[in-house]
């Protein structure tokens, strides 16, 4: 990724060589991170992984992420291949508005940090809706995401409105282990910065399926 800081490049190039099955050349450096390999990901398995996490598998809350997500990204323009870069990444923290639009975006690549992702290096997390790490866009509004999620019993997500003035959506998977528990810390601690009187929802996606689906 071009446009990512120098300081940040050993994080983006262990998810490349990650992505490109690269595991003779990534075994030491992901156990470092504390990322895990995945053998079987389906509906039963995932919703283990929701528990194991503390996320749950409540209706409404805990999702997980459809593989034809990756399909919608490869259809980007050109001129949108750096943003669809983005939504690919294992690792997202997603703030939307109540009209929908991406407010506050946190991902993988921008968190610089070792052996652990730093998502709070310049006290972005100490406000709500926090200071967005990443470039806010419009490709992947509250109202696109909904095609792409299914409840963890593999039901579809016929469409999605949500009444609160913030939804918080994070993106996690086994896959990543520790990182994703430090993610789902972040965003929890967080949630709990929000003023009285603003009403915020938060909702879990596991994206361990599209991950393999990836080769990662």
């Known amino acids: 990724m071009t446009s990512i800081p120098r300081p940040y490049w050993p994080v983006v190039v262990l998810l490349w060589l990650a992505s490109q099955g690269l595991t003779s050349c990534t075994t030491v450096a992901e156990s470092v991170y504390g990322m895990r390999q995945l053998d079987v990901v389906d509906y039963p398995q995932v919703q283990e992984y929701a528990q194991e996490y503390g996320v749950g ?3 409404g809350k805990s ?23 983005n939504h690919a990444q294992p690792l997202q923290l997603l703030y939307y508005n109540r009209a929908g ?4 975006y946190h991902v993988n690549c ?3 940090g070792f052996p652990n992702l730093d998502w709070n290096p310049d006290n972005q997390l100490e406000v709500f809706p926090p200071v967005s ?5 419009s490709m992947l509004s509250f109202t696109k ?3 792409f999620l299914r409840t ?8 999605m409105e949500s009444l609160a003035d913030y939804t918080v959506v994070v993106f996690w998977s086994h896959r990543m282990g520790r990182q994703s528990r430090r993610l789902l810390a972040a965003a929890q601690k967080n949630l709990e910065r929000a003023p009285a009187g603003q009403k915020t929802y ?10 393999k689906h990836l080769g990662m």
């Not at 938060?202 to 991950?211: K, Q, R, S, T, W």
């Open 133 to 137: 790490q990443a470039p806010t866009d």
């Open 57 to 59: 598998v409540a209706p």
């Open 110 to 112: 921008y968190a610089g």
């Open 63 to 85: 999702f997980a992420l459809d593989v034809s997500y990756y399909e919608f990204l490869k259809r980007q323009p050109l001129a949108l291949q750096e943003v669809a870069k």
């Open 202 to 211: 938060i909702m879990y996606v596991n994206n361990d399926a599209y991950l």
């Open 145 to 147: 995401l909904a095609p």
């Open 101 to 104: 639009q991406l407010i506050s």
């Open 152 to 159: 963890v019993g593999g039901s579809r997500v016929q469409a």
